[in-house]
C-alpha cells in the first residue's frame, strides 16, 4: 500500500510496507526526504529542536487548522494527506527568508543554531493558529518546549515577542514584515498554502513483514472491528492519536497492531446539554483543543471554573505534545500507569467529571473516573467526558501543580478542590484530590467528611484539618521524585493556600499577612536591557553584529554532523552496557539481538586492533594521568559502563537491540559509593587516608596563624552537585572508510585528541585519520574529550566491518554513559572582625572525579578560590580528589572556577549572616586594595539602587507571611590564561576577491566564527560580506588545542589576524605600485604577479599576556513559602569585556553563562540510585534545564565601558565562561528570602547551608513551616 504526504509543497508516495509501522515523522523526513533542518534530541518531545508542523482540515469540523507537533513523537502514519512544513518550507539563501527567521538571526537569538529551527518552526505554528494575532504573553507561553542552552532564551523571546499585536520590542531597519504568514506554494493551486485539502489518509489496514499492521478506521464501526481483530488475533495493540505517551513512558516492543483513531470526527467535539447542566467533550479532543473550548465557555454559568481547567491544562507539558495529546490518551497512561501524576485525571476528579466508556457501536455506558481506572480496558475507548455545571455563587473550585521549573515538568504534587458552601460558608459538599502521592491515594476522604457541615474558615477546623490531613497523606518513597516529607508538606501546603484563597474570595476576615499566601506567584511578561559602547573607527571591530551563520542556522540549512546525507552500506551503533558494579563481566550473549532482521554484528574490546584507551598515544599527566578503556575488560567500574555496540540497519533498531544482549556475570562490589555525598557520608570528611581519597592541595599553612584578633568565628560546608551539559546535539560521529584510512566527521571540541585517538585506538598512522568538524551543537566542555568516547566506538566498527558508521548516542546513553561537572564539597572554619574583616579561613574541599581522575579542575578551583579579597598568610586551602563509582567526571563550562568563586563568596555570604553586616560592606572590608572592584563595586550598587531596594524588601518581608523576597550580590575575578597552539588559514581568491578561513577552533555557538569574520575583513579593508568560514578539520587544523577555557575566540582572531597581516605585506607592493581602485583589482594584479594569496598561521602560548575579567551580579527573587516554587525577577549584571569584538556576541555569552548557573542552582538536579548507581535523572523527563520562563522577567546587561584590556586580543576580553560563575547570586538571593521565613516560623537563627541546587524541596523544607502556623487570621 502506498501512503502519500505532502513536505513544503513536494508531495512524496511512501511504500509503506518498506518502513516500520511505528516510524516517526522525523526519522522520515531527515532519512527518506533528506530535510536535516529538523533535528533530534530527546526524541520523547521534551527539548523542541524536532518542531514542525502539519496542516490540514479538523476532522469534525472541517476547519483549516495549522498546529506544530514534535516530529520525534509524532508517527509518519497519522501524518499522511496532511501538509508538513519544515523550516525548509519557510524560506532559504535562495528562495529568500522568511520573517521569522530573519528576526531570530538579526536580533541575535541564536548561537549553536541546533534548536533555531524548533524555535522557528514553534512560532510559526503559534502565529498560524492564532492568525497571525498574538499577544506578548501568549508568545512568552508558547516556548515551554523549546530548550535552548547557548542564549538564556532573552534574545529568542525578544525577536518572537517583536510580532506581537501589544509589542514593544525595537525591530532592525533591515526586519521585514510578516505581512504574508504563508511557507510554500499548494502543488494543487500554485496559491500559498492553506491547509484547506482533506485529509487523505489511506483506507483499511497495511500489514508489515514482522507480523505488525496498521489500521485507519474511518468510523466507529471500523474502529470497532480493528480493535476486536486485534483481539481475537490476540495482537497487543495500541490507540494512536498524538503519540505522546511515549514521552513519559516508553511504547512497550511487542505492539503489533497501530489502530489511528487521530482522524476520527465521532471521538471530536463537544456539546452543553440543553440546560447547560453538563459539558461533553468528545475523548479524542486535544488538550489545546480542550483549552480553546474552556476560553470559549467560561463566562457560561455554572462553568466559570472552566478558566482554571485552562490554566491547569496549559501547565501540562508544552505546545506542541498539548498539540498532539488527547483528554483520553492522558487518562489512558493513567490507567496503565497508577503512578502517573495525571493533571488531567486531577482536575476531572475533583470535578466529579464521568468517562462515557464505548466497548461497541451500540453499547457504552458513563461511569465515574475511579470506577474507569479500576476497570478492564481491552476493546473499549474512551468516547467523551461529561463535566457537571458548578455555578461560582455556591461553588469553590481551584487546582495546583507544583513543578521543579516554570514549564514542561510534570508535578511534583498536583492539587484540585471543589467546595460546595452554603450561605453561611459551612461545607455542605467537598472533593479534595491530591496526586503525586502515592498509587493508590486521591481523595482526603477524611477531611472531605470532617469539613462537610462546618465552616472551612476557622482555625480551630483548619488546625484540626490539617492535622488529620498530615495523618493521611503517606507518600511513596520512589527515587527520582521528591522526598515524602516534601509532598506531604507541599500537599498541606496547597490546601492551605486553596482554603486562603477562598476566605479572601469570601471576605472570611483573612489577616492581611497571609493574603499572598492565597495565590501563586504571578510572572509578568520579561524585559531586558542591554549596555555597551562601540567605536566606529574600529568598525567591524566593535561593532553589534549578527551572528555570522545566524541565518541559515535558523533556516535549518547549517549542518551538524548527522546532518550529513545517510551512506549507502551504512550501520547505526549503539552501546551495550554492563549494569551491574563492581562485578566482572563472564558472558556476552548478543544472539537475542542479532536474531532481529536488520541488527548485523556486535562488537566489544576483542575487536579492536589497537589499544582499548579512549586517551592520547603520548600520555598527558594533567589530562590523562590514568588510562581510560572503551570498552571494559575487567571489573565493571560504574552503572552503564559500555563493553560492547550493536550494529544495525537505523537508530532506533541498534539502541532496541542493545538492550537485548545478555550479559552473565560474577562477583559483586564490596561497597558501592556512586556519588561525592555517599563517599564522604561513608567515610567521614577528616579521612584523608582512604583509598577513595587524593590531597591534591596541601596548604603550605600547617597552623592557621591569625595576623589579627577576631570578634566572631564560625563554621559551614557547601554542596554542589552533578551538573549535565546539556549540549542539544547529541554526541555524534560518523566514520567513513576511505582509501585505506579513515574521514570522521565529529561533534568534537578538540580535533587533534580525536584524531590521536582513533589512530591509538586503531593501531594507524595520524595521517590515515582525518577529522572535520564544520560546527557543532553546543559543547561546554562536554565535547572536548567525551566525544572521543562514540567516536572511537565508531571507528572500531569502521575498521572491522569497513562500512559507514554513525553513531549518534541517545540522551539516556549520554546521560548515563558520560561524566558529567565535578560535583564539590567544601567545609570550612572562618575568623573575622566586628567589621567583617577576615582575621583566618580554613578550608577543605572535595572534588568528585568518577572513577578515574582525569581532566581535573582543582587547580581552577584553588586559582580562582581567593577572589577579588586580600589574604596573606591567613588562608588555609586543601583540596582533595574523590572517586567515586560513576563514569569519570569531565570539564564543565568555567571548570573549578565555578566552585572556587562559589566556595569564596559562600563564606563572604556566611560572615555577614553571622555579623548581622550588609553582604555588601563585608565585600568591601575584605577586597584587595587598589583592585579593580573597588571601583566597580560603588558604580554597580549605585546604578542598581542597591541600598533602597535591600531595605523594601525587608519592608515587604515584614508584611507577607508566605511570599518571601530576597536580594543575592555577587562579585568575581575570573582569570583567563592562555595554552597549547591554535593554527589558521587565510585564502584569497583571485577570481573574485572573496575570502575563505579555515582554522584549528570549533564554532559551538560562542561567535568564534562571527569575530573571526571581523577581525578578517578589518585586517584586510574588505566587508565582511566577502568572508566565508570553512569547516575546521586536521590538515589546515593539525595540532591544535581544545576549544574551551573561554579563549577560542580570541586566539584564533589571534592567528587569523597574522595571517591578514602577511598577506597585507605581500599585497602591499602591489598597493604602492598599481594604486588599484577597488580591492578586487589589487587581488586581480597580485594573482597575476604570481603573489601567493594564501597564508597560515598560529597563536601559541606565550602570544598574549593573561588577565582577568571582573563582574558583578545581583539578583532579585521572589519565593512562595508554601511549595518553594519563586521568580527571578530583576537581574542586573556589569562585566569588564575591555573594548568588547561584538557587543551582540558578548551579551549573548553572559546571557547564556548565567541561566546556565542559575540552572545549576535552582533546578539541575542528577540523583543516582544508591543501590545500583544508576543516574535516575538521565531523560528530559527527569532532568530540568531553566526554560523560557524560568529567565529573569527583568535582566540588565552592562558592558563596563572605558575599559581596553591592555593583555588580550585588541583590547577585548573574553565572555563564554565568567558570568556562569555570578549565577551563585540567585542562590544568596533565596537563602535570604528563606531566612525570613525561618525568622517568622519561630526557627532558631542559623545559616542555611547553600546546595546546587537550591530545589523547591529543599526551600520548603528549610522554610521550618510547622502545621500549626497554617491560620487564617
Known sequence: MAGKITINGTSYEVNLAALPADISLNTFIREHAGLTGTKFMCQEGGCGVCVCTLSGLHPETGVPRTWAVNSCLTLLNTCLGLEVTTSEGLGSKRAGYHAIQERLAKMNGTQCGYCSPGIVMNMYGLLKSKGGKVTMAEVENSFGGNICRCTGYRPILDAMKSFAVDSNIKVPAECIDIEDLSAKQCPKTGQACSGSCKKQQPKGSQLYADGSRWSWPEDLDQLFAALQGAIKEKLPYML?????????????????????????????????????????????????????????????????????????????????????????????????????????????????ARVIVQEAVDKQKTVSL?????????????????????????FAFD????????QNAHAYVNAAFLLELEADSKVKSARICFGGINPEFVHATAIEKLIVGKNPFENGLVEKAFGQLTELLQPDAVLPDASPIYRRKLACGLFYKFLLKTAAQRKQG??????????????????????????????PITKATEKHEGLIQCSGEATYVNDLPTQHNQLWAAFVTAKKVGAKVTKVDPQPALAISGVVA???????????????????????????????????????????????????????????????YEGEAKELLPSLKHVLDKIGSEAGDSKRLEQKIKS??????????????????????????????????????????????????????????????????????????????????????????????????????????????????????????????????????????ISGIVSRFYEDAGYLSNESPIGHTVLLSKNCYEFSDNYKLDGYLVYTDSPTNTPCRAPGSVEGIAMMENIIEHIAFETGLDPADVRFANLLPAHKMGEMMPRFLESTTYRERRAQIIAHNKENRWHKRGLGLCIMEYQIGYFGQYPATVAIYHSDGTVVVSHGGIEMGQGMNTKISQVVAHTLGIPMQQVRIEASDTINGANSMVTGGAVGSETLCFAVRK??????????????????????QLIKEAYNRKINLIASDQCKQGDMDPYSVCGLCLTEVELDVLTGNYIVGRVDILED????????????????????????????????????????????????????????????????????????????????????????????????????????????????????????????????TELGQLKLN
Request: negative net charge; proline residues 6%; hydrophobic residues 40%.
Open 700 to 837: 603550605t599553612i600547617d597552623v592557621l596563624q591569625l595576623e589579627e584578633p577576631f570578634d566572631v568565628s564560625s563554621s559551614g560546608h557547601l554542596d554542589m552537585g552533578l551538573q549535565y551539559h546539556y549540549y542539544m546535539e547529541p554526541q555524534t560521529t560518523v566514520v567513513l572508510p576511505f582509501e585505506g584510512g579513515m574521514q570522521v566527521y565529529a561533534a568534537t571540541q578538540w580535533m587533534d585528541l580525536t584524531q590521536d585517538v582513533i589512530a591509538n585506538i586503531l593501531n594507524v598512522k595520524s595521517n590515515e585519520v582525518q577529522v572535520k568538524t564544520r560546527r557543532i551543537g553546543g559543547g561546554y566542555g562536554g565535547k572536548a574529550t567525551r566525544c572521543n568516547v562514540a567516536a572511537a566506538a565508531a571507528a572500531v566498527a569502521a575498521y572491522k566491518l569497513n562500512r559507514p558508521i554513525r553513531f549518534v548516542q541517545s540522551l539516556e546513553s549520554i546521560m548515563t554513559t558520560l561524566g558529567k561537572r565535578w560535583a564539590f564539597h567544601c567545609d570550612y572554619d572562618f575568623f573575622v572582625q566586628k567589621s567583617g574583616k
Open 510 to 539: 483573612l489577616a492581611s499577612r497571609y493574603v499572598t499566601g492565597g495565590s501563586l506567584l504571578q510572572r509578568p511578561v520579561s524585559s531586558g536591557q542591554q549596555n555597551f559602547e562601540t567605536f566606529q573607527e574600529h568598525f
Open 602 to 664: 556486535y562488537l566489544d574490546a576483542k575487536d579492536i586492533p589497537g589499544a582499548n584507551y579512549i586517551g592520547p598515544k603520548v600520555r598527558d599527566d594533567f589530562f590523562f594521568p590514568q588510562d581510560e578503556e572503551l570498552f571494559a575488560s575487567g571489573e565493571i567500574k560504574f552503572y552503564g559502563q559500555p563493553v560492547g555496540m550493536i550494529l544495525a540497519n537505523s537508530n532506533s533498531l541498534a539502541n532496541r537491540a542493545a538492550e537485548l544482549v545478555k550479559l552473565s
Open 399 to 406: 487546582s495546583y501543580k507544583i513543578m521543579p521549573r516554570a
Open 370 to 394: 475511579a470506577s474507569y481506572l479500576g476497570g478492564a480496558n481491552e476493546g473499549k475507548i474512551i468516547r467523551g467526558l461529561v463535566l457537571p455545571a458548578y455555578p461560582k455563587e455556591r
Open 240 to 352: 494512536v492519536a498524538g503519540n505522546t505517551a511515549h514521552g513519559v513512558y516508553r511504547r512497550p516492543l511487542d505492539i503489533k497492531a497501530f489502530i489511528d483513531v487521530s482522524g476520527l470526527a465521532e471521538l471530536k467535539g463537544h456539546k452543553l446539554s440543553a440546560d447547560n447542566s453538563s459539558l461533553t467533550l468528545g475523548g479524542n479532543l486535544s488538550l489545546t483543543e480542550t483549552m480553546e473550548i474552556c476560553r470559549q465557555l467560561e463566562k457560561t454559568r455554572g462553568f466559570e471554573y472552566l478558566s482554571q481547567v485552562w490554566q491547569h491544562l496549559d501547565w501540562i507539558a508544552n505546545v506542541p505534545v498539548r498539540n498532539a495529546g488527547t483528554l483520553a490518551g492522558n487518562l489512558a497512561i493513567k490507567h496503565a500507569h497508577p503512578e502517573f501524576p495525571s493533571d488531567v485525571f486531577i482536575v476531572l476528579e475533583a470535578l466529579d
Open 1059 to 1080: 595571517a591578514c597581516e602577511t598577506l597585507n605585506q605581500r599585497l602591499e607592493p602591489v598597493r604602492e605600485e598599481v594604486k588599484p581602485q577597488d580591492w578586487h
Open 1137 to 1264: 569585556t575591555g573594548e568588547s569584538l561584538n557587543p551582540n556576541v558578548d551579551i549573548g555569552q553572559i546571557e547564556g553563562a548565567f541561566m546556565m548557573g542559575l540552572g545549576y542552582w535552582t533546578s539541575e538536579q542528577v540523583i543516582v540510585d544508591p543501590q545500583t548507581g544508576e543516574c535516575l535523572t538521565n531523560r528530559t523527563w527527569t532532568y530540568k534545564p531553566p526554560g523560557a520562563k524560568d529567565i529573569p522577567t527583568d535582566l540588565r546587561i552592562e558592558l563596563l565601558p572605558k575599559s581596553p584590556n591592555k593583555a588580550g586580543f585588541m583590547r577585548s576580553k573574553a565572555t563564554g565562561e565568567p558570568a556562569i560563575c555570578l549565577s551563585i547570586a540567585v542562590a544568596f538571593a533565596l537563602q535570604q528570602a528563606l531566612q525570613s521565613a525561618r525568622d517568622d516560623a519561630g526557627v532558631p537563627k542559623s545559616w542555611v547551608t547553600l546546595t546546587a541546587p537550591m530545589t523547591p524541596e529543599l526551600l520548603v523544607l528549610h522554610a521550618g
